[in-house]
């Protein structure tokens, strides 16, 4: 079994078994850049660690076949007293993991070999003690796991007796110091010597990097970013080139974009006469890489030519770390860099321009995630506003708002009609009517995964968690931060995808990008490379999916806005709305009727309401169909409230007055009164047994069609019957509706679809029988998800989704992406079955996920016709769509 490879052997696809680092390394050596030789041991070795507790057989000899090779190579032994050879032994998962395993730099040092580095080093002390007191330091406290702030304390207290916050005015003397001082740290924790043999320090630190796999830090890590926990990690040996030998030398970062913005230029920071990570430390003042031209313009001029080739390499934006060593330039580390969602958009089209992609790669390249991002509304920091507190983007958005720190305090303020954000040290499922009440939420705990950030992501509310500068205190009303102290009913505002806070009202304006879907900037005449470049990928992601995108709109100015961002017309018009407002009177009469007359003259007077209704919308979607879906929801819903009836019948009989109307209300509602009114008398049910109901809403329908195509428009109605979980429903349904079509219709050249939501279990099972009724389809998924898993969104959502996330039940919420495996096995059979029974069986999907990027994806494989949304993920389904083709 290989185990160990060497730079030369590997390359970058091999980031499975070599690590993305070692991978990485490996082309780069093939590439003929600079990097200092060494090997990878595999990934597989360390899962081979990991499951027995020790080195699987053979690793051993060929770790010394691969050392005794390097040492060759560069002519010096590990450790060696006069001429050292020095190694780092360095971590590197398939995915990068920042910061949450281990490397050690400069092993190989001794007691003597300290010595024969100062030679080696023309006589430098001063660099040999300093690399030797990094060894002990980073040694001691990853692989011994000697507290890291014991060092720190030594070091700092060398400084102090220098009289000097600088660690470049300690000298040799003071290092060797310092080495002892450590080496005594050492022995106090580890109960042994700091050990002097330099191959046992390299076994020592490789064991410890396989075993850092298992870290706490690291299991959290991966469970947050969803990164397999047994993928285990490689171990990278690379001989050491050292950037603390004076002024000449030094250490960076570069990347070859900006990973901020996307633009072009030289972005990085360099920091003379310093190692590895000193530059992520903040021990000193790094300078901009531009200023590496001044110092050192050979090195500097190498780095922008390799920086190109990589990016001509990767055909993508990369970073890089690097070392120079008495003016000769080392390649330490690349990959593709991370990047935010606009330079991902930006960097995607240049590269198009330049040559290094086609424009289906551009579309792979950026996600429908990350377009949701750049259209949410933009906090207006052209004003005085500084954050007083940062924390985790927990749920994108920006909200300004009064605090409030309860959520019984939230419901109140919110039912006065203001604007509250909840602050909390965590949330708990008793914060979940505060949530809702809330325009977003804040706190100073917890990260991607607590309460509040999952169940905010699920109900679309701006969230910043984890805000741990913030001092709260819940039972005096208030919080402090930077000094300053923030009372119930202040203004703060958050910024969830940055994770900033502020106080007082920072002002809102829509983003750019949405600007552009609005219409009002034009791509081809603005100065401004993200809405080129968002332009310039939707157009091609449209030319390439075969996905339609609908939205969900019920009101005329909702479609026309929709549209706008692209839609292709509506997939879910909801007809409740229309019962609401003043038009509840006219509902209670239609429940309250006694005779088919009473019944007949409430259904007449909402029937010129509703038309107008549909002739707003239809209007509006001008040549593009629209589903309507019959009244959904149990009629209850449109009555007030059993307690406050009750309530008010009891007050009003005390004080003697006529209450027989409110009486018969009161006895209504108790009828209809349902234990679980998600499962009970609605849908397709109401139009059964609530006579003429589902026939008013019909020829509304008709009546508007036909008004509308006499104004010269085009519409296309769908009727969309829900909750439909056996044919003989549809089809009663449907007798009578095309009777009412027919008559109205009559030769106008309106045609009307009718058909059915797929939303119960059994109407999926049964969709070859349905679909001989239906003229199309369209799944419900959410209630669907809510059929096949049997919970209710709103008592489950808020409960207990955090405890299914945190134990890996759920990756992500059912609601926010479809659930392959179940929800979307049904979605499946009754795409097939209903398509077997009616080849042209129109297909769409209605519920949320519609909007969702991985669900569009497999509503793509499923062969639907079109997905429908929110008009605000429009354009997010869109790009989704596109990608899912190519
Ligand atoms: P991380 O994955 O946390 O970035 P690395 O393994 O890249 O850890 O190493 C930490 C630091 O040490 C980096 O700045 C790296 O460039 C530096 N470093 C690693 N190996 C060597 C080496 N052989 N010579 C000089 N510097 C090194
Ligand atoms: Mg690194
Ligand atoms: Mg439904």
Redesign the pocket.
């Known amino acids: 079994h290989k185990y160990v490879y060497d730079f030369a052997e590997g390359n970058k696809e091999l980031k499975d078994l070599l690590g993305g680092?070692g991978a990485n390394l490996a082309e780069m050596t093939n590439l003929g850049l600079p990097v200092?030789p060494g090997f990878t041991i595999t990934t597989e070795a360390c899962k081979a660690y990991l499951a027995t507790g020790r080195e699987p057989d053979g690793l051993a000899a060929q770790i010394e076949a691969h050392l005794e090779s390097l040492e060759r190579e560069m002519g010096r032994r590990l450790g060696d007293p006069q001429d050292p050879l020095l190694?780092?032994v360095?971590?590197?998962a398939k995915f990068s993991m920042?910061?949450m395993m281990e490397?050690v730099?400069n092993v190989g040092l001794n007691d003597r070999s300290v010595v024969g580095l100062s030679a080696q080093a023309g006589g430098n002390d001063r660099f040999a003690w300093d690399s030797y007191r990094r060894l002990i330091q980073m040694f001691g406290k990853t692989v011994c796991d000697v507290p890291g702030e014991e060092f720190e304390h030594a070091l700092e207290e060398a400084k102090r007796a220098k009289g000097t916050k600088n660690d470049l005015d300690l000298d040799a003397d003071d290092l060797r110091g310092l080495v002892d001082g450590y080496k005594k740290i050492f022995a106090e924790h580890t109960g042994r010597e700091f050990p002097q043999e330099p191959r046992e320090q390299l076994d020592l630190a490789i064991r410890a990097v396989f075993e850092s796999w298992n870290a706490e830090r690291a299991v959290v890590y991966r469970r947050q970013e969803r990164i397999p926990a047994d993928l285990g990690t490689a171990v990278?040996v690379?001989?050491?080139?050292?950037?603390n030998l004076g002024p000449d030398s030094g250490?960076g970062v570069a990347f070859t974009r900006d990973p901020a913005s996307g633009a072009q230029g030289i972005y990085g920071d360099y920091l003379a006469n310093a190692?590895?990570?000193d530059?992520?430390a903040g021990i000193r003042n790094t300078v901009p890489l531009q200023e590496l031209e001044q110092l050192d313009k050979k090195s500097y001029d190498e780095l922008l030519g390799f920086m190109a080739r990589l990016e001509e390499h990767y055909k993508d934006l990369c970073d890089i770390?690097f070392?120079i060593e008495r003016g000769k330039l080392?390649m330490?580390?690349t990959r593709v860099g991370k990047r935010t969602a606009a330079a991902a958009f930006v960097i995607a089209g240049q590269l198009v321009d330049e040559g290094l992609i086609d424009p289906d790669e551009a579309l792979h390249r950026v996600n429908g995630a990350q377009l949701a991002q750049l259209m949410f509304p933009r906090f207006r920091l052209d004003h005085e506003f500084r954050p007083v507190a940062k924390g985790i983007g927990a749920s994108p958005g920006a909200a300004s708002g009064k605090v409030v720190f309860t959520s019984a305090r939230a419901v109140e303020l919110a039912a006065e009609g203001e604007s509250v954000i909840l602050v909390r040290r965590e949330t708990n499922p008793d914060d979940l009517n505060g949530m809702i009440a809330s325009k977003g939420i804040l706190t100073s705990r917890g990260g991607k995964t607590s309460h509040a950030a999952v169940v905010a992501r699920g109900m679309g509310k701006t969230c910043v968690s984890g805000a741990d500068e913030l001092d709260v205190n819940i039972p005096a009303k208030k919080f402090t931060v930077a000094g300053q102290t923030v009372n119930e009913g202040d203004i703060v505002s958050i910024d969830g995808t940055t994770g900033k806070v502020y106080l007082g009202e920072v002002p809102v304006m829509p983003s750019e990008v949405v600007q552009y879907f609005e219409g009002s900037l034009d791509p081809e005449h603005v100065d401004n490379a993200l809405v080129r470049a968002v332009h310039r990928i939707m157009t091609h992601a449209d030319a390439k999916r075969r996905l339609a995108v609908r939205t969900n709109a019920d009101t005329g100015a909702d479609a026309a806005r929709a549209r706008r961002f692209g839609a292709e017309g509506i997939g879910l018009c909801r007809t409740e709305h229309m019962f609401l407002g003043d038009r509840r009177e006219l509902v209670e009469r239609l429940i309250l009727a006694r005779t088919d007359d009473e019944r007949q003259s409430a259904l007449a007077a909402l029937l010129p309401l509703q038309r107008e209704d549909f002739v707003e919308i239809f209007r509006e979607m001008d040549g593009l169909p629209v589903t309507v879906r019959l009244i959904d929801p149990p009629l209850h819903e449109f009555l007030p409230p059993l307690e406050q009836l009750a309530v008010n019948v009891a007050v009003a009989q005390e004080r003697g007055e006529d209450v027989a109307k409110e009486e018969a209300l009161l006895a209504a509602v108790r009828r209809m009164h349902e234990e679980n009114p998600m499962l009970g008398l609605r849908g397709v049910r109401l139009g059964l047994v609530i006579p003429g109901l589902f026939a008013m809403q019909v020829r509304a329908i008709a009546e508007a069609a036909v008004a509308v195509t006499r104004d010269g428009a085009v519409a296309k109605p769908e009727i969309m019957v829900p909750l439909v979980g056996a044919v003989q429903e549809l089809e009663t349904v449907r007798a009578e509706a095309e009777k009412i079509i027919a008559e109205v219709v009559a030769d106008s050249g309106v045609e009307v679809l009718i058909g059915t939501m797929i939303e119960v279990p059994r109407a999926a099972l049964t969709a070859g029988e349905i679909a001989e009724a239906a003229q199309f389809f369209s799944f419900g998924t959410n209630d669907l998800t809510q059929m096949a898993w049997g919970f209710s969104r709103d008592d489950v959502e808020g409960a207990f989704f955090w405890r299914y996330l945190e134990l890996g039940i759920f990756g992500i919420s059912p609601f926010e992406s479809i659930d392959r495996d179940g929800v979307g096995r049904l979605v499946r059979i009754a795409a097939e079955e209903g398509r077997a029974a009616r080849p042209e069986l129109k297909l769409g999907v209605c519920g949320e996920h519609g909007g969702d990027p991985d669900s569009v994806h497999f509503f793509h494989e499923v062969g639907l016709d079109y997905v429908s949304c929110s008009p605000f993920r429009v354009p997010v389904a869109r790009l989704e769509a596109g990608r899912a083709v190519v």
């Open positions: 680092k200092p190694v780092s360095r971590s590197g920042p910061g490397t730099l990278n690379v001989s050491m080139v050292f950037g250490t190692q590895g990570e530059v992520v770390e070392t080392w330490l580390q």
